[in-house]
């Protein structure tokens, strides 16, 4: 095997002289097996260990409401094995509308874009994904009502300014972001968490529609760690991420950049 003698084990063995018998194969068995008299090898395969798709895990999310919904899938376990999927979606179980085609992403062939669709539909939307290899196939349906599947991607270009003279205050500013196609037609609204050097524990404030806040009751000297979260305006589907962790503190008298 893979150049090196084996003999007899437990979950290998040879049968007289023409076959060699794996029991209980695992991943670390594929390789080379050869077979040799004297120094003439007189056969020679490689043996490759898989499975056939057993389970998806389905996950669809819209960041780009009403635009795109994303779906991604993940094969459970790992079928070691070249596989293919097949996607495609429709407006309920069964309808008159035939199938389309989810647009799998080359970037990342567990995934696929749906493009058209209509919002606040009386019926769920069904996505089928079939993956099938070498060893057998599997096909599964997800299905979602797009409203509850909105997601938007975490707030941008989050900044954090001290206030001129205003020791116990930050000025905090960000952007929707830049995946929410309408925000002035479909706004956003915001959480900010927040938390000092040395505590264990967030404190979250909001929603706010706007785009900025005044921190007040900050200690004086203390350096804030600031996080923002978008949802949609209108309570639909889920809360995004948080944002990346921004720091600053409030102003100092020798400070020499700050908010007028």
Known sequence: FNGKTIGNGEDIFSNGSRYLTLTN???????NYSCHHSNKTLSLIELQLGLPPEKLHIQCWSSSYPEKIKC?????????LPTTFLTTYRLGLIG?????????????PKSCLISNFKMFE???YVLNVTAL?????????????????????PPVNLSIS??????????????????????????????????KTGSTSYRTVGPYEQNSLVLTGIRRGSIVYVQVAAKDITDLGHN???????????????DLKCLP
């Not at 995004?240 to 020798?254: A, F, G, I, K, L």
């Open 25 to 31: 194969a695992k991943k670390h068995q594929s390789g």
């Open 72 to 80: 991604t899938w993940e094969l459970q376990p790992d079928t070691n």
């Open 96 to 108: 008159p509308e035939a199938p389309q085609k989810c647009t799998q992403l080359e970037m990342n």
């Open 122 to 124: 009386e019926f769920p």
């Open 133 to 153: 290899n070498q060893l057998g196939s599997i096909t599964q349906l997800d299905y979602f009502f797009v409203e509850n599947i909105i997601r938007p991607d």
């Open 162 to 195: 001290p206030i001129c003279h205003e020791s116990k205050k930050l000025y905090i500013q960000w952007q929707p972001p830049h995946s929410w196609p309408y925000p002035d037609i479909f706004p956003l609204k915001y959480q900010v968490r927040y938390t």
């Open 240 to 254: 995004s991420d948080w944002s990346e962790v921004v720091t600053s503190r409030p102003w100092q008298p020798y």
